[in-house]
Each structure stands twice: as C-alpha cells, then as structure tokens.
C-alpha cells in the first residue's frame, strides 16, 4: 500500500480523484435536433446537445456545453467553459465562465414581487437580470430569480446546492455555500464566504455580514454581523441557540419525572 502524507487530506484526496477520474468532455458541435437562431454566437468548440434551444442574440463562449432540451433566452450570454444541464433554462442573465448549472436549474424568472392593495395584489414587472460570476455551481432544480430593477448577482467561486430558492435583487458574495434547500427573499445581501446549512430561511432586505456561519433549520429575520455563527428560529448566536436547547431537554426530562 502507497501512503500518502498530507496536513489536508480532504483536499489532496480530491485532486487525486480530479487526476485518475476527469471529466469526459462532451462532442463538439450542434445536434441535428437543436434549434439555434440564426443570430445566435456559437464561439469554437461549442456543444449543444439534442433538443436544446438557444434564442435569438445569446453568445456562447467557447468550449460551452449546452445540454439536452436545455433552454437559453433572447440575448443571454454564456461564457467560456460554461456547463448548462439537460432540461436546465436560462433567461435575462449573463453567466461567467467555468459555471456550471446542474439539471433542471431554473435562471432569470420573474421574481415574487406584487403591491398589494383591498382589490388584492397587482404584479410588479421585474425588469432586472441575473448576474453570475466565474467559478459558480448551482445545484439540481434550484432557482434564482432575475431582479425586479437591480440585478440578482452571485458571487464568484460560489457553491450552491439542489433545491436552493434566492429571490430577486439578492447579492451573494464570492465564496459563499449554501446547502440544499434554502430560501433567501428578495433584496437580502450576503457578504463574502458565508455559509448557509439546510432548510434555512432568510428574510428579505436585511444584510448578513462575510464569514457569517447560520445553522442547519434556522430563520433569519434581521441582519446578522460579520464573522458571526447563528442558529435557530430565530436565528440567535450560536452559544445561546445551543444553551435554549438545553434548557428546553432539561425541562422535558424534569417533566418526565413528575408524570
């Protein structure tokens, strides 16, 4: 057995698998059963696979991967190396490069914005577009809405996970991870290399600061500051979310007892 010493072995471990196990790129060019307007910019080295459609003024950049009955709008731009999934769709949105956008992810809707008023609520056009930095993953089925004026941007190096809700006007900032299942309403700013655990949900309009650490199941409902660690609904310092825990087992064993 060959034993390899490393002070990040997690790290190590994943360039060892990218080395024995790469990619397969995909075959160049565009399927017969592709639909690309004609004024449509396909760089060199461009896949678009079976039953995509990409509409009329986007660019492609080059060696990009368009996957089967994926869907890209009128005059969205797609960058270099970019992987877009099969039955994925891309509207009023410019991606950066070596992004890669997972199965059915759902880019550029119109966001969830209405006036409410006695006759009920009257739509609120959203005029925005959604903006992604280099270096982006975005997971299986999520979504992120384009803005409803200011654009949604996310930031570069970003990783999001399947089933990810971010509404419009939101700001991600570079590095973030946001774990499966998240909402994060419209006009909230993330800082730099926040992390969001699973099931989160943030309220809309507030700013969470960078190297900001929320807890699996939280609710965020004001702004939380930089290099802080929350948990529970609502969200509180860690310390003390962890201290009303315990509390509330202590309370139950003590019940308990007198049952």
């Not at 072995?9 to 994943?14: I, L």
């Not at 396909?42 to 950049?61: K, M, Q, S, T």
């Not at 509180?236 to 315990?246: E, K, L, M, S, W």
Request: hydrophobic share 45%; net charge neutral.
């Amino acid at each position: 057995m060959a034993l390899l010493i490393s002070q990040r072995p997690r790290r190590n471990f994943a360039r060892i698998g990218h080395a024995f196990y790469p990619s397969v790129p995909a075959l160049r060019g565009v399927h017969p059963s592709a639909v690309v307007d004609e004024t449509a910019e396909l760089a060199d080295g461009v896949c678009v696979a079976a039953g995509a459609v990409i509409g009329a003024g986007a660019r492609i950049g080059a060696r990009a991967e368009i996957g089967p009955n994926a869907v890209i709008g009128e005059a969205v731009e797609i960058g270099e190396g970019t992987r877009v999934g099969a039955g994925a769709s891309v509207s009023h949105a410019s991606i950066g490069a070596r992004v890669f956008l997972y199965p059915g992810v759902r880019i550029g809707q119109p966001g969830f914005g209405f006036d409410m008023d006695a006759d009920g609520p009257f739509l609120v056009p959203q005029l925005g577009r959604v903006i992604i930095e280099d270096d982006v993953e975005v997971g299986a089925n999520s979504t992120i809405d384009r803005g409803s004026g200011p654009d949604t941007v996310i930031g570069r190096g970003t990783m999001i996970d399947n089933l990810v809700q971010i509404g419009h006007n939101v700001v991600v900032g570079r590095g973030c991870i946001i774990v499966a299942q998240v909402g994060i309403s419209g006009s909230t700013r993330l800082g730099d290399r926040v992390v969001v655990g699973g099931q989160v949900g943030i309220a809309g309009h507030i700013e969470i600061g960078s190297g900001v650490q929320i807890a699996a199941m939280s609710g965020v409902n004001r702004g939380v500051p930089a290099g802080a660690v929350v948990g529970g609904a609502p969200a509180v310092p860690i310390r003390d979310f962890r201290r009303q825990v315990a509390a509330i087992k202590k309370l139950g064993r003590r019940n308990e007892g007198e049952t």
